[in-house]
Structures are given as structure tokens and as C-alpha cells.
């Protein structure tokens, strides 16, 4: 079943979004046709001038990014997808699901409303559904990794803007399919790596693309060990009725069939190399990529993955690295070493200084660094404060995000890299990052890619 608007009917509805965005920036007057009031809803943004947005995946993360997306009136909020209804299960326990995305919202609108109550989100099981309305502008693809891929070909397939959560891919393969995806249909992609957004990651960035630490010989990547039992279900691994109001099938989709248990699934997923890969996916949409974006690297990859070693605790059911540690080399010789025994964050190291950078912390050595000016003839890299304000600011007037698909594709890459690596045991992978192969190791290559279970495919586009 498909209802997917013409292209030629999404593309009358984002000129005129456009239109009105250049409008408002050249100081002229844009009338508003129907107003907020006429709908009972505060603020000052028209309805007609609105991106109505579907959230595909209402566990954890889905949750705070609503919350962030109700922030901006010039979203609205009008489904939500999920094939759980509603459950505890999620971070530190916390109920999570479409029924509670569903009230999340609706109480949000209704506090906006003179009467007090409002009754303008969907709730759907199936993310179909959801591109299948016309009257939606843009999804955010919030599941599990494995299931990321499908649904952002196919909300391209529809001309959806797509605002998709890290790690973007499951595979490299799949990454490849969706940047081509992304890049083929002209819809607009932010990837949730939003310390892109912060300017401490921007600054350190700038600050050695330009010099200010001499010639860049290391950079350092530092990211959490374990497998934490975030939902609280780790003493859950065995297998047990699958809960009412859980499409658990479904959940699977393409991945192997295996039985259902509570620390399968939810939060706990990424501990589960069918669905997920670690810490080192988990956290290889943050630190990785801010560092690929100091290295000048964001549109390549290594050349070489060596000294891979990871530690793989035996469990019934969690089977991710829990301590690893492998070094990508570059075609100029530049190592970035992705380890759980480094530092938290991204240290620089160049010939004249280091820069170091985490998440509400920015220093150098020598301090007098920070404190250097960027010309107007230096490289002053993409500006953003607000990662899902970027995104809407871009839907609106159709430019490039802080974080686009193939970037986010060239950083996972190398986690995936690493991950084939340590499960294979091998200390060193050959990549080519022009035809992305992994040369000379014809097991490691098969595992670029994974068999879908069926009746699950990609899209063709």
C-alpha cells in the first residue's frame, strides 16, 4: 500500500516553505492565511507555514527528541509509530511506547489550547503508515539500528525529510544504500550526531584545521566500556511470553528470529550484535565523527584498521565487545585510535599542541590556544547551536545540515571496521576507501553486508 504524495505535490508545499523563510530573512511581510488562533493554538507560526513531523520509534531517544522537536513552533507533531504500545523497559526503567509518545504530545498541544484539550497525533504500529500520509512533511527514524536502513529508503522513496538517529547504519552496506538513497531523491537528512551542534566540538575542530596545533600527527578517541543494563532487565535474558501489546515479530523485522526476552529488546538491544555493535556503534556517531571532522577526513576513510583487540566476556545473551581498542591509519599516515582506555573524548595531538574536547569541556596545551582568532581567509566550518532547530531551519530552506547522510556514513564506517576486526580476530583490514572493500580478506568482506531475515528487503530506489 502506498499513498506517497507526487513529487511534484511535495515539492509546490517546500517552495512555498522556502519562499516564506526567504521572505521573512529579507524583511518583507508574509501574511499569514490562517492563523494559529483559528485552530485554538498559540504562537505566532500559521499552520501553513509548519513542518508536520511523524516520529517512527517512541522508546528512549524517542521520547527526549520529542520533547526537543515540541520546543519549535514551527513543528507540529501529528504521529507517532511504534510497535510497542506501552511499557516499562526502557532507560533506568522508564514506560515507553506509542500510547505515552501519543499523550506526550497531545498533553504538550493542549496546554496551547484554550479548551485544554487536543486530539491531532496518530498512533500507528506500523511506520508505513505513517509514510503513507500525505500530509506528512518529515519522519524521524528513532529504532534500533537494525532497523534503520528500511524505513529511511523507503521515507526517501515517499519524499520524506528524514531526521534519523546514530549509529545510522547497522552495516556499511546499508550506509552506502542509504546515502545513495538520501542523495538520489533530494530530501533533506540530519543524522542525530549532535555534538555537531555543540560549539566546543566546532571550535576544537576549527582550531586544528587551522593550524593552531601545528602539523596533526594523533588523535585519540575516547569512548565508554561494559554492556550497562540500562532498562534494568539484564537478569531478564532467558526466554518468556512475548508481553501484550508487543509486536515483537516485528520489532525483529529483518534481523534473525530468535525467541523473545525482556533484555533483548528496548534500551538493552544495542548489547546484541544481530541489532546493534556496542559501545563502539553506540558511541561511533559522537567521537569518531567530531573527529574525522578536526582531521579535515569527513568525506573518506582509513586505509588501514590495525592492533584490533576486543573483549568478549561470555553471556547468554549480550555478545558485544566490552573493552576494545584498534587504530584506523590514513592514507597520509594520520592514526586516529578508537579505544575504551583513552581519555573520554577527542584529543588532538600536533607538533605544536594538543586539543582536547568533550562534552562540556574544552582545553589546549598551551592554553593561549583557545584563545586564537580565525580570520575571514581561514576555515570556518558549518555553524550550528541546535541540532533539531538545524533540521527544520533546513527542511524550510532546503540547504545542506550540520550532519549529513554520507558524513555520517564515513564515520561508522570505521567503527564497523573495527567491530569486523575484533570479531574476527584479526590485528589488521586493508580498506579502500574509494570502492569501500576490504581488501584481501574475503571473510571480513562478507560481513560488509548481512542476509535480511525474510520477507524484509531494502527499497529499491
Not at 515540541?70 to 514506560?95: H, M, T
Not at 503508515?129 to 532497523?147: F, K, N, Q, S, Y
Amino acid at each position: 500500500m502506498n499513498h506517497s504524495p507526487s513529487p511534484s505535490r511535495r515539492r509546490s508545499r517546500r517552495e512555498f516553505l522556502a519562499q516564506a523563510a526567504g521572505a521573512a530573512g529579507a524583511g518583507f511581510a508574509f501574511p499569514t492565511i490562517v492563523p494559529a488562533s483559528a485552530l485554538g493554538l498559540s504562537g505566532t507560526v500559521a499552520p501553513s507555514n509548519r513542518v508536520n513531523i511523524g516520529i517512527i520509534g517512541t522508546g528512549n531517544q524517542g521520547f527526549n527528541d520529542i520533547n526537543s522537536f515540541l520546543r519549535d513552533d514551527r513543528v507540529r507533531i501529528v504521529a507517532v509509530c511504534d510497535v510497542n504500545r506501552g511499557s516499562p523497559g526502557y532507560w533506568e526503567g522508564k514506560v515507553g511506547g506509542r500510547e505515552p509518545a501519543k499523550r506526550l504530545v497531545e498533553e504538550h498541544y493542549a496546554d496551547a489550547r484554550r479548551a485544554g484539550t487536543y486530539r491531532g497525533c496518530e498512533a500507528y504500529v506500523d511506520y508505513r503508515e505513517v509514510l503513507g500520509r500525505d500530509d506528512i512533511d518529515a519522519v524521524e527514524v528513532c529504532t534500533p539500528d537494525h532497523w534503520h536502513a528500511i524505513p529511511v529508503v523507503a521515507a526517501c522513496k515517499a519524499r520524506k525529510d528524514i531526521y534519523c538517529q546514530k549509529p545510522l547504519s547497522l552495516t556499511i552496506a546499508e550506509g552506502r544504500a542509504m546515502s545513495y538513497a538520501v542523495n538520489r531523491s533530494g530530501v533533506v537528512f540530519q543524522t542525530g550526531s549532535q555534538q555537531r551542534s555543540d560549539w566546543r566540538y566546532r571550535r576544537a575542530a576549527e582550531l586544528v584545521r587551522n593550524g593552531r596545533i601545528g602539523k596533526l600527527r594523533f588523535v585519540r578517541v575516547g569512548m565508554p566500556s561494559g554492556r550497562s543494563d540500562y532498562a534494568r532487565t539484564g537478569d531478564h535474558k532467558k526466554p518468556e511470553p512475548v508481553p501484550k501489546g508487543f509486536e515483537y515479530d516485528l520489532w525483529l523485522g529483518p534481523a534473525p528470529q530468535a525467541p523473545y526476552a525482556q533484555a533483548r529488546c528496548h534500551v538493552n538491544f544495542r548489547w546484541i550484535y544481530d541489532y546493534s555493535g556496542g559501545q563502539v556503534t553506540d558511541w561511533g556517531g559522537h567521537h569518531p565523527d567530531c573527529a574525522q571532522w578536526g582531521m579535515g577526513t569527513e568525506m573518506t576513510g582509513p586505509v588501514l584498521i590495525k592492533n584490533a583487540k576486543g573483549v568478549f566476556p561470555p553471556d547468554p545473551l549480550w555478545n558485544t565487545a566490552t573493552e576494545y581498542t584498534f587504530d584506523a591509519v590514513y592514507e597520509n599516515g594520520l592514526t586516529m585510535r578508537i579505544s575504551n582506555r583513552e581519555k573520554m573524548g577527542v584529543t588532538f595531538e600536533g607538533t605544536e599542541g594538543t586539543i582536547y574536547v568533550n562534552r562540556g569541556e574544552l582545553n589546549a596545551d598551551p592554553k593561549s590556544v583557545l584563545d586564537s582568532k580565525i580570520g575571514p581567509d581561514g576555515i570556518h566550518l558549518y555553524k550550528s547551536d541546535d541540532h533539531f532547530r538545524n533540521f527544520i531551519d533546513c527542511v524550510i530552506s532546503r540547504e545542506p545540515t550540520a550532519a549529513p547522510v554520507e558524513v555520517a556514513h564515513r564515520s561508522i564506517t570505521i567503527c564497523h571496521l573495527g567491530n569486523i576486526a575484533m570479531r574476527l580476530g584479526r590485528e589488521t583490514l586493508r580498506w579502500d576507501p574509494r570502492t569501500e572493500q576490504i581488501i584481501g580478506d574475503a571473510e571480513a568482506a562478507r560481513m560488509l553486508s548481512r542476509p535480511y531475515r525474510e520477507p524484509w528487503s531494502l527499497p529499491a530506489v
